[in-house]
């Protein structure tokens, strides 16, 4: 069956809680566990039976990294790969029912829908298999998972038959409880979603035509996946859920992404053992999963793990502990710094025997169905404590201390900072 993939990657406004990393590279180009975000999509993608095409889809300037990455990605996975530029942010929805025409050529029966900014096993070979068992072949899929009672709140909540799966109600981020089933952000779609979306977008004209004194900002082609299309779908006997019991999870703030790192590195011993980093004679200590890029040079007394990404051409000194970080390319730990629960940018150096940590805001470990919390950067006026973020070509001096703390990008510190932004 031909199949095509679409990953939505949204665009420069939307990395706004990226920041300072998003400054540098496109949020989707982000490297979590040592490739970037959306290579996991794509490689989950390629793997599929089928798969004719992956489009990638948002409202980014074409650029230098993007092309890069593109050309690259097709080379390895060896399916077609095309990014498509949407003229402004369409929402969801809009996006590709603008493209409608790009998406079904070439016959595809069916397609995937992927937002770039999840982590995941991404069954998507399950959700084929799930739709040919429940529903029709024109039915639609929705992945699931489980979540706590207060988290559910903050994304869309879905209601199912508990015998055939089918969708029966679905809220976006309800204000009270509805369900403790929500939704992935990843969908399987037959051409016929693009009939719902068209109705949408027929009824937005209709309002926007009677409302003539709207200020010309609101277009018709702004269509929401999930508050325009899921709610009126629900309860019609065409929308259905598949759960997943893998690993899954947001990555909207830097934070998520050392958790999200976290996820795909245990997933690693199993689909990418040859990516994980190995105790050897004369190298530095591993403790739990580690990549390390093949250019970083790395001292045999340093002792690295668990979950830690280097990139590449780091430079890691004698003594230096690094642990639940992500280090960029180009930057460099002097001798005996300490990094923990850190995001070191591009070409930043850290002095030595500097101590650079955050918070980790990871989810609860004791409840199975927990997931990371966005949160906000102030509280009652405070910066709520976080991981550290160095942005790029940041220095931090010899023996100094930053705790929980986000130096903006080319700033030279001087001295000792906690819990501050420094601008």
């Not at 000194?317 to 930057?331: F, M, Q």
Request: proline fraction near 6%; charge should be neutral; aromatic fraction near 8%.
């Amino acid at each position: 069956m031909p199949l095509k993939a679409v990953i939505l990657i949204g665009g420069p406004q939307k990395g706004t809680r990226f920041r300072p990393l998003s400054f540098e590279v496109p949020k989707p180009l982000f490297p979590v566990a040592g490739v970037p975000m959306v290579q996991h999509h794509i490689e989950a993608c390629a793997k599929v039976p089928g798969m004719k095409e992956i489009l990638l889809m948002g409202f980014y300037q074409p650029n230098e990294a993007l092309s890069r990455f593109l050309v690259s990605a097709q080379q390895e996975f060896k399916v077609p790969i095309r990014y498509l530029q949407e003229y402004a942010a369409l929402g969801t929805g809009g996006g590709i029912y603008h493209f409608r025409d790009q998406i079904l050529s070439g016959g595809a029966e069916a397609f995937f829908v992927l937002n770039a900014d999840v982590c995941s096993e991404f069954p998507l070979q399950e959700m084929l298999e799930f739709r040919q068992q429940h529903g029709d072949m024109h039915s639609f899929v929705i992945l699931g998972t489980t979540a706590n009672r207060t988290q559910a709140l903050n994304y869309g909540c879905i209601v199912a038959n508990a015998g055939t799966q089918e969708v029966q109600h679905y809220v976006e981020k309800p204000s009270t409880f509805v369900s403790e089933i929500i939704n992935c952000g990843i969908y399987l779609f037959t051409p016929a979603i693009f009939q719902h979306i068209g109705e949408v977008f027929q009824r937005n004209q209709q309002e926007l035509a009677l409302e003539e004194s709207s200020n010309g900002w609101q277009r018709a082609e702004v269509i929401r996946l999930e508050q325009d299309v899921f709610t009126a779908l629900a309860g019609s006997g065409k929308l259905y859920v598949y759960k997943t019991d893998g690993f899954w999870s947001q990555i909207k703030s830097a934070g998520s992404a050392i958790y999200a790192s976290r996820l795909y590195l245990n997933q690693y011993s199993k689909s990418h053992p040859e990516r994980l980093a190995q105790n050897k004679p004369g190298g530095p200590v591993i403790r739990g999963n580690v990549y390390i890029h093949p250019t970083a040079s790395i001292d045999s007394t340093a002792v690295l793990g668990p979950n830690v990404s280097i990139g590449e051409g780091v430079t890691v000194g004698a003594g230096v502990r690094v642990r639940e970080s992500i280090v960029l390319h180009g930057a460099s730990l002097h001798d005996h710094t300490c990094v923990l629960n850190t995001i070191v940018g591009w070409d930043s150096t850290i002095g030595r025997w500097a101590r650079v940590e955050g918070t980790p805001s990871d989810p609860n470990p004791n409840d199975p169905y927990a997931k990371i919390d966005s949160e906000t950067l102030f509280r009652d006026g405070r910066l709520t404590p976080s991981i550290t973020i160095l942005g790029c070509s940041v220095t931090i001096p010899a023996e100094v201390v930053i705790l929980n703390s986000i130096v903006l990008p080319h700033k030279e510190l001087s001295r000792s900072y906690k819990n501050q932004i420094i601008l």
